[in-house]
């Protein structure tokens, strides 16, 4: 959610970037489907998140 936000600026609730979380992975990353792959395309859904914790979470020291 924090990285969707600081790279893509776009804010998700977090149950919408699992499949970017996933793609992400290490587990993901040592897979065929990573090194056969050309193009991976991710959908990233979900506006409804509190804005406050989000906030909270980026400034977090």
Known sequence: MKMCYEI???AV???GAIGLAAVLSNEFKQ???WHESNKIGIIVSGGNVDLGALWESL???
């Open 8 to 10: 893509l600026k776009v």
């Open 13 to 15: 609730e977090p149950s």
């Open 31 to 33: 897979s065929s489907a």
């Open 59 to 61: 400034y977090k020291r």
